[in-house]
């Protein structure tokens, strides 16, 4: 009479779990979010030890968004790679600080396990200011600016690189005394490790106060220049800038072989970048206009 009871129970409730549930979706993450897009990551556990293979996965989510008078929805599948998959990618966040993701497994028997993991963005941008300095060998120059840091997760972590004759390369504003022209990066990421910016932010040439010619060396001539001046040895520069004192990008040449013109600049010190495969190398003309 027990063995007929279980039988008819079976099979009049099939959906019954008499075992617990043992469905995993995996530890709760944060994914950065920055000017480069969104970082991928995988969600969802590693094992299965109840219920009867085979499996199928589906995974639930449900966010919605108020644009004036219209909602737009999103789902599982708006957010990952696959939502059927064990370990999908979670790979957009459009605008969300966090969505919870429901997992749901259903074995051969069609018995249901659930379970819940939460993934959250880390939206960390920065606004840096791209300044260039122009000193003498020797010379100090202070790496300032405004950061302009927005989002993240907890406090931010600092880090100029290279290390070139930096007082304290963990912190801004820092003095800098190079030996050589360098061009400085600020790498700044929060607590979880998620980077709001990693380029070059502020360029440190070094030029000397004499224009004295070495037909060995890089040089400009004449100087001062009136109408044009000319790079000597042309053939291993690749191109050149030229550069007010206040730091201003002014022109930018690539053909040197007729000459540069400064006929549309103003009389006064400039500085001209030679962008050479050693580096560039950084020289002071004087332009002088009748």
Not at 116 to 123: C, D, K, L, Y
Request: proline letters at 5%; hydrophobic letters at 40%; one cysteine or more.
């Amino acid at each position: 009479m027990k063995n007929l009871l279980f039988i008819i129970v079976t099979v009049l409730l099939p959906n019954i779990h008499f075992a617990q549930c043992a469905g995993n979706a995996g530890t709760d993450k944060i994914i950065c979010v920055s000017h480069l897009g969104t970082d991928t990551a995988q969600i969802g556990g590693n094992y299965l030890d109840w219920g009867t293979p085979p499996y199928t996965f589906s995974w639930l989510a449900f966010e919605q968004v108020q644009v004036g008078n219209t909602t737009f929805t999103f789902t599982a599948s708006s957010f990952l790679s696959d939502s059927t998959l064990l370990n999908p990618v979670v790979n957009d966040a459009f605008d969300f600080d966090s969505v919870e993701f429901v997992l749901r497994i259903i074995d051969f028997n069609n018995i249901s396990c659930f379970d819940t993991v939460r993934v959250r963005f880390s939206r960390f941008v920065s606004g840096l200011s791209f300044l260039t300095h122009f000193i003498l060998p020797g010379d100090s120059v202070l790496l300032s600016g405004p950061l302009n840091i927005w989002g993240g997760t907890g406090s931010y972590n600092l880090l100029w690189y290279p290390n070139n004759g930096l007082t304290d390369s963990t912190n801004s504003p820092v003095w800098a005394k190079p030996t050589e022209t360098t061009f400085y990066s600020l790498r700044i990421t929060d607590e979880v490790g998620c980077l709001a910016h990693d380029v070059d932010f502020q360029r440190v040439f070094i030029s000397g106060l004499g224009m004295e010619e070495n037909e060995s060396e890089l040089s400009v001539y004449p100087n001062p220049a009136r109408e044009r001046f000319y790079v000597n040895h042309v053939s291993e520069v690749g191109e050149l800038e030229i550069w007010d004192m206040e730091g201003r990008l002014v022109k930018n040449v690539r053909n040197l072989n007729w000459g540069i013109s400064v006929e549309d600049l103003p009389t006064g010190m400039y500085v001209v970048i030679l962008k050479t495969p050693e580096g560039p190398k950084a020289l002071k003309i004087q332009i002088q206009q009748d």
